[in-house]
């Protein structure tokens, strides 16, 4: 039996939110398939103890751990789960290369960089973040594995009845996610109320941005929007809200492959997407891509309103993003490397 052990950030525990799920999600389904997954533990994990280390995120707090793994010689395998943010390729190559050249300047992505060049494998969720990581950390692409993540088949049965039985309504615009400035929640809001859409926005606060979650309380006034805390994924009721939704709204500075917008489809939910996400090479013109001001929201919610379930669009997630078939993938990029 294959051991891995899966490590993050330092507080990866702290906000629950896609790349916990990821996590979570990905450990179950090795798990099931017969993988002994160990989660990190700072005062008891040894690296005697298993077969592989599996980092997820390139994340600088990260990079003297995984120099240590290599000291050990022991595989190491890295998610990447890049987010550019609003750096383009070309400044964040330009940044790898000030920071090999210039000590102190750029370190982070200087540690990011190493931690990538570390890596026995890397896995990425899209082609895009593959083309990334190749260009700007100068990997070879034999050492890259597209992996996306999958979907819980709960998604794909839900009903508004839950949803409807605790909040007494259906027929919204969603949003999942922690309330913060990258995903954007005040111009959504901002593009609902000019609509007179109501909206649901579920998840926390982000405790880095309390100000951030005032101010669209306070822009919410006088309109029909919920707030809802953050609902388990394991929660059927979150299954349900996505399908008691009329749209599914995800209108983001920046993403690189969130569960939601899967979770989403699968309910045959209208998507409106962020265009600054590389998951348009994997849904295509199935669901609506927006830039993310305030404007553009309201226009794209405006035309889609009006339209059906899409049903082509939850028989593509279905098909495609199995968690069984990714547990497959990730135990096959194990075994290569033992």
Request: with cysteine; net charge positive; proline share 4%.
């Amino acid at each position: 039996m294959i051991k891995v052990l899966f490590v993050s950030y330092p507080h990866i525990g702290q906000n629950l939110g896609g790349m916990q799920i990821q996590i979570a999600k990905t450990a179950d389904q090795l798990e099931k398939a017969g993988i002994d997954v160990v989660y990190f533990d700072p005062w008891k994990s040894k690296l005697s103890d298993v077969d592989v280390v599996h980092i997820f995120s390139l994340h600088p707090s990260i990079y003297e751990f995984a120099e240590i793994v290599k000291a050990k010689s022991k595989p190491l395998i890295v998610s990447s789960v890049l987010n550019l943010q609003d750096r383009s390729l070309a400044t964040l190559s330009m940044q790898v290369q000030i920071s090999k050249r210039c000590r102190g300047v750029f370190s982070s992505i200087k540690q990011s960089y190493g931690i990538a060049r570390l890596a026995d494998y890397l896995i990425a969720l899209t082609d895009k973040e593959k083309e990334i990581i190749k260009k700007a950390f100068s990997i070879s692409p034999e050492k890259i594995r597209v992996i996306p993540n999958g979907i819980d088949k709960k998604f794909l049965n839900a009903t508004p009845t839950l949803f409807l039985e605790k909040y007494g309504k259906r027929d919204f615009v969603l949003c999942v996610g922690k309330i913060e400035p990258r995903k954007n929640q005040l111009k959504l809001i901002e593009a609902c109320k000019k609509g007179n859409w109501p909206l649901v926005l579920i998840g926390p606060a982000n405790t880095q941005h309390p100000g951030y979650y005032l101010e669209c309380k306070e822009k919410a006034k006088e309109s029909d929007v919920l707030f809802i805390d953050a609902i388990n994924n394991d929660d059927p009721l979150l299954a349900s809200a996505y399908s008691s939704a009329k749209l599914f709204a995800l209108v983001s500075e920046s993403e690189v492959f969130p569960i939601s917008v899967l979770e989403a489809s699968a309910a045959g939910t209208r998507i409106i997407l962020t265009e600054r996400t590389a998951m348009g090479e994997v849904l295509g013109n199935l669901i609506t891509y927006t830039k993310p001001n305030t404007t553009n929201i309201y226009q794209s919610i405006k035309r889609e309103w009006i339209e059906e379930k899409n049903f082509n669009l939850k028989e593509k997630i279905t098909e495609k993003f199995s968690w069984e078939s990714i547990g497959a993938e990730i135990i096959d990029v194990y075994r290569q490397v033992l």
